[in-house]
């Protein structure tokens, strides 16, 4: 018969084969007190041993509590307000750190000025377009709408001129740009819009004027190092902080024209103009045209509510690191959250961030069901944050996070309703129910979970806010909220609750 061996432990050879056995037998002439002074030994040894062995696994246990990090994911469409809700951990968590970069958020919010206003300007050029037609455009196969030759009538020399005036601006944008990113630096190309253009509106507003974004890891912060450096009081309203220093600092040239831009954002002719092609920019990203005076100051310096209401479109995927003071030391102190771009093209870098996160926050902008994606204006906002939910929740590398929504935006959402935009125009299969923001968020809400419910991969608990994570007061509670559960499930997962 054949035998074969099974293995360095299998036991019916070892005897044999080890040469050690026979040296660590105990003498055949052993006597019985010899033998259980022996055992003893043993017994002792053994202790010992097993008494180092529990020593390492507690250091052992310690090390991975201090190394194991707590990890939160932020997810949801661009402008959904995944950086914002970040924001507001910095301000919950440093609020000293977090004032110390008003400076660099100062060019932020210059640049969401003078965009919105190139928005009016890029629609008035339009309109004026219209009213001289050129050989070209009057064979235009572009249809004619009814307004074709109208909008001119509308637009008095008084506007137009108001318009070239404010044609520096363009350098401001220029100036602001090269600021947060230096030409040659990676972000340039990202961060860089498209020169005013005589393209139609709808074409520029579409795919040619780029929106101001920065790298996720890129130091764009570090470019303003001198002005934070400057800024003596870290909490205070920032009235030290002396921008006049830098002759080149493009705040003047938006200084100079803050008047100007006053009056052209309050005149009613722009005003209807802006209904007219139904250009809300009060609820676009950035908004600070009521605020013009206070923002175009020499000396202004961002506020807390400024600076989430500021907007930098993200690339890329960030990891920001937050030591959070927690209740016993059973668990980590020391959390990660990481923040991704939220646009179409660049949603396929997230994936490799699944594994093995405590939490997801997924955000999704409800106020946007009556407005499409910038990348693609063929898609409903409301409708790709909905598919984006439930790839999210169906997705087998998160099944075992927490999950918790926030159907944010609220403020803009019930702004909407109130203004009378039907929700059930935009969402037939909430047909005639009431056009309130009770009854359409209730509905959004139930919408929601049960996506959760049914694709989720394992049964799991969610945890859906309405926020407006603008508003800091509130988006505080929510987040120590969000706290508390990621915290109580990761005592859970160390068996110690
Ligand atoms: N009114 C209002 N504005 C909000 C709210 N949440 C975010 N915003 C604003 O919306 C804009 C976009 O928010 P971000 O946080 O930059 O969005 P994001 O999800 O990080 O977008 P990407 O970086 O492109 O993926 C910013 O100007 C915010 O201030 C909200 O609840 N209400
Ligand atoms: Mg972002």
């Known amino acids: 018969m054949v035998r074969f061996r099974r293995g360095p432990f299998d036991r019916s050879h070892r005897d044999e084969e080890d040469p050690f056995a026979h040296m660590l037998a105990p003498p055949s002439s052993e006597s019985l007190e010899e033998r259980e002074r022996r055992l003893s030994a043993e017994t002792e040894a053994q202790k010992r041993s097993d008494a180092i062995d529990e020593e390492i696994n507690k250091q052992r246990m310690a090390e991975r509590r201090e190394t194991k ?5 932020l997810l949801g469409q661009s402008e959904s307000g995944k950086s914002t809700t970040l924001k507001n951990f910095q301000l919950m968590n440093s609020p000293k750190a977090f004032r110390n970069e008003r400076a660099s958020w100062r060019a932020v919010v210059q640049l969401n000025v003078v965009r919105s206003i190139r928005l009016i300007l890029n629609l008035m050029s339009e309109v004026n377009g219209r009213a001289t037609p050129t050989p070209a455009m009057a064979h235009s196969s572009r249809p004619e709408t009814p307004d074709f030759y109208g909008d001119h ?3 008095g020399p008084e506007l137009l001129k108001l318009k070239m005036r404010l044609a520096p601006l363009q350098q401001v944008e220029e100036a602001l740009l090269k600021k947060l990113s230096p030409p040659g630096s990676a972000d340039f190309e990202a961060t860089h819009l498209a020169p005013v253009t005589n393209l139609p509106y709808s074409v520029r507003t579409g795919k040619f004027v780029r929106e101001i974004a920065v790298h996720s890891n890129s130091q764009w912060k570090g470019a303003f190092t001198r002005l934070v450096t400057s800024v003596r009081t870290s909490m205070g309203s920032g009235a030290d902080v002396d921008f006049t220093e830098d002759p080149n600092d493009p705040g003047y040239i938006l200084n100079a024209c803050a008047a100007d831009m ?12 802006l209904v007219a092609h139904n250009l809300r920019l009060e609820d676009k990203a950035g908004f600070f045209l009521d605020s013009l005076e206070r923002v175009t100051a020499l000396r202004y310096v961002p506020s807390d509510d400024d600076i989430l209401r ?7 995927v960030s990891e920001h690191r937050f030591k ?3 209740t016993g030391n059973m668990v980590s102190n020391d959390w990660r959250i990481f923040d991704v771009g939220g646009a179409r093209s660049l949603r396929a870098a997230w994936a490799p961030y699944f594994d093995n996160m ?6 999704a902008p409800i106020s946007g069901f009556d407005e499409v994606l910038t990348e693609d204006a063929s898609i409903n906002r409301l409708e790709d944050s909905v598919l984006l939910w439930k790839a999210t929740v169906s997705n087998p590398l998160l ?9 944010n935006k609220t403020d803009i959402f019930k702004a909407k309703l109130d203004a009378g935009i039907r929700f059930g125009q935009y969402v037939v299969s909430y047909a005639d129910r009431a056009n309130d923001y009770e009854t359409a968020s209730a509905y959004l809400r139930k919408k929601f979970a049960g996506i959760h419910k049914q694709h989720s991969p394992l049964p799991r608990m969610l945890y859906c806010h309405l926020t407006a994570v603008t508003d800091v007061q509130s988006t505080q509670h929510v987040l120590a909220n969000v706290k508390d559960i990621v915290l109580r499930q990761a005592l859970e997962n160390t ?3």
């Not at 500021?310 to 890329?316: H, M, N, S, Y």
């Not at 405590?358 to 955000?363: C, G, M, T």
């Open 399 to 407: 099944k075992t996070a927490q999950t918790v929504l926030f159907l």
């Open 69 to 73: 990090h707590l990890r939160i994911l």
């Open 495 to 497: 068996k110690l609750v």
């Open 153 to 155: 009538s509308v637009l």
């Open 358 to 363: 405590d939490a997801i926050i997924f955000l």
């Open 310 to 316: 500021a907007r930098l479109k993200t690339l890329g």
């Open 324 to 326: 959070f003071k927690n």
């Open 262 to 273: 006053i009056t052209l954002w309050n005149d009613p002719v722009i005003r209807s103009l």
